[in-house]
C-alpha cells in the first residue's frame, strides 16, 4: 500500500509559477515511476508528466518548456514546477505513483489532488 501526499497548489496570476510536490510512503518495493495529471471541472483526466525511476521523462505535448517534472528516489517525492501559467492550466492536479509491491507487482495509486487556479 502507498500513501501519496501532495502540496504546493493555489491561486497564482496569469504568468506566475507554482511549485507541487508529492511524496509516496508505505510498504513498497521501488516506485517505477511517478507522474502529474489534471482534472478540470466536467472533463476527464489528462496526463501532464511522468518520470520514471531511471530519470526517463515525458510531457504531455506543449507543456514541455513551461512545466518541469523532477524526483528524488531517495526521498520517494516527485515535483512539477511550472511556470508561465495560464488560465487554461486551471485544475485539479493528481500525483500518480507506480509502485511494485512483493504480492501483488505493479499497482498504480492516486493522491487526493491539489487545486491550481490561475486567475487575475
Known amino acids: 500500500q502507498v500513501h501519496l501526499v501532495e502540496s504546493g497548489g493555489g491561486l497564482v496570476q496569469p504568468g506566475g509559477s507554482l511549485r507541487l510536490s508529492c511524496t509516496a510512503s508505505?510498504?513498497?518495493?521501488?516506485?517505477?515511476?511517478m507522474a502529474w495529471h489534471r482534472q478540470e471541472p466536467g472533463k476527464g483526466r489528462e496526463f501532464v508528466a511522468r518520470?520514471?525511476?531511471?530519470?526517463?521523462?515525458n510531457y504531455e505535448e506543449g507543456l514541455e518548456g513551461r512545466f518541469t517534472i523532477s524526483r528524488d528516489n531517495g526521498q520517494n517525492t516527485v515535483t512539477l514546477q511550472m511556470n508561465s501559467l495560464k488560465p487554461e492550466d486551471t485544475a485539479v492536479y493528481y500525483c500518480?505513483?507506480?509502485?511494485?509491491?512483493?504480492?501483488?507487482?505493479?499497482?498504480?495509486?492516486w493522491g487526493q489532488g491539489t487545486q491550481v487556479t490561475v486567475s487575475s
Open positions: 500518480n505513483a507506480n509502485a511494485y509491491e512483493w504480492r501483488t507487482g505493479s499497482v498504480d495509486y
Open positions: 508505505g510498504n513498497f518495493v521501488t516506485i517505477n515511476y
Open positions: 518520470i520514471t525511476r531511471e530519470g526517463r521523462i
